[in-house]
């Protein structure tokens, strides 16, 4: 069992930054992905992180968001820069090839 608890999201205008934490009740060695859901949409993958570090992005996100993690905190992050209006969603983070799911923390950018 693990529980996964985001944070970090909150409201920010179009430029800005943010930086949410997933983090785990236990070390966990998975790979790691974080999901975003927007209203009416359906969640869509963000960008994932091996436990040897391999990274890969939406294209959507790629070179504005940075994803890495701290085994010894048993914590990924999530770094969104250059924030824009699209980027509004539910941020989940999850471990792949698990039910595990966090419950979510709320990104909204606007003006």
């Known amino acids: 069992q693990v529980q996964l608890v985001e944070s970090g999201g909150g409201l920010v205008q179009p430029g800005e930054s943010l930086t949410l934490s997933c983090a785990a009740s236990?070390?966990?060695?998975?790979?790691v992905g974080w999901y975003r859901q927007a209203p009416g949409k359906q969640r869509e993958l963000v960008a994932l992180i091996t436990n040897s570090r391999s990274r890969n992005y939406a294209d959507s996100v790629k070179g504005r968001f940075t994803i890495s993690r701290d085994n010894a905190k048993n914590t990924v992050y999530l770094q969104m820069n250059s924030l824009i209006f699209e980027d509004t969603a539910v941020y989940y983070c999850?471990?792949?090839?698990?039910?595990?799911w966090g419950q979510g923390t709320q990104v909204t950018v606007s003006s």
């Open positions: 236990r070390r966990t060695v998975s790979t």
């Open positions: 999850h471990l792949e090839g698990t039910d595990y």
